[in-house]
Antibody, heavy 119, light 114 residues
């Protein structure tokens, strides 16, 4: 069974750096085709894709946020970390991580999300 | 970047009737070498993470009821619910995964019961 779980601070102050961890099980990020993305959703608003890391350690970022984002993985711990610098109240959102199997496309398994408030 | 635009923003349909949601991409998401459209549809209910419904524009995810179907190619896509059930009330999103950066979502379509 594939599961993902997000963790990190619930509250950060403006200008601080947010570090979120996605801990997963049931698959390996060393397996060809496996990817993990981060997505966020401000309260009452649409989904926003943020970043993706793949099995080959290729990294992709949202154009609008790429100067503030860093994604990395620790395959020994089955974790993917997202760093978002210079936090602002507009970054208040639920942050999700999700898996993609590139052989199928789409994000087929999602974590429950973690809510981050910037204030 | 590819921009995804859904229509309508909201939709009210009677139980048992057909619901149709459209998604248009600013450039083609059909990859010629694989002949696949790199487009997915998701359903999100309140307080829940999104659920993958359709990938490759028309392939139903395992466990998704067959009243959900996806169609289209290139830049124009449609999600159809053939006979609306009460549990289908949700917000629906399309997403491309074609190019760099991958993953842009549409703005969402809210589906309600009339």
């Amino acid at each position: 069974q594939v599961t993902l779980r997000e963790s990190g601070p619930a509250l950060v102050k403006p200008t601080q750096t947010l570090t979120l961890t996605c801990t997963f099980s049931g698959f390996s990020l060393t397996t060809s085709g496996m990817c993990v993305s981060w997505i966020r959703q401000p309260p009452g608003k649409a989904l926003e894709w943020l970043a993706l890391i793949d099995w080959d350690d290729e990294k992709y970022y949202s154009t609008s946020l790429k100067t503030r984002l860093t994604i990395s993985k620790d395959t020994s711990k089955n974790q993917v970390v997202l760093i978002l610098t210079n936090m602002d109240p507009v970054d208040t959102a639920t942050y999700y991580c999700a898996r993609t199997d590139a052989a199928r496309g789409g994000m087929d398994v999602w974590g429950q999300g973690t809510t981050v408030t910037v204030s | 970047d590819i921009v995804m635009t859904q229509s309508p923003d909201s939709l009210a349909v009677s139980l048992g009737e057909r619901a149709t949601i459209n998604c248009k991409s600013s450039q083609s998401v059909l990859f010629s070498s694989t002949d696949k459209n790199y487009l997915a549809w998701y359903q999100q209910k309140p307080g829940q993470p999104p659920r993958l419904l359709i990938y490759w524009a028309s392939t139903r995810e395992s466990g998704v009821p067959d009243r959900f179907s996806g169609s289209g190619s290139g830049t124009d896509f449609t999600l159809t619910i053939s006979s609306l059930q009460a549990e289908d009330v949700a917000v629906y999103y399309c997403q491309h995964y074609y190019s760099t950066p991958p993953g842009t979502f549409g703005q969402g379509t809210r589906l309600e019961i009339k």
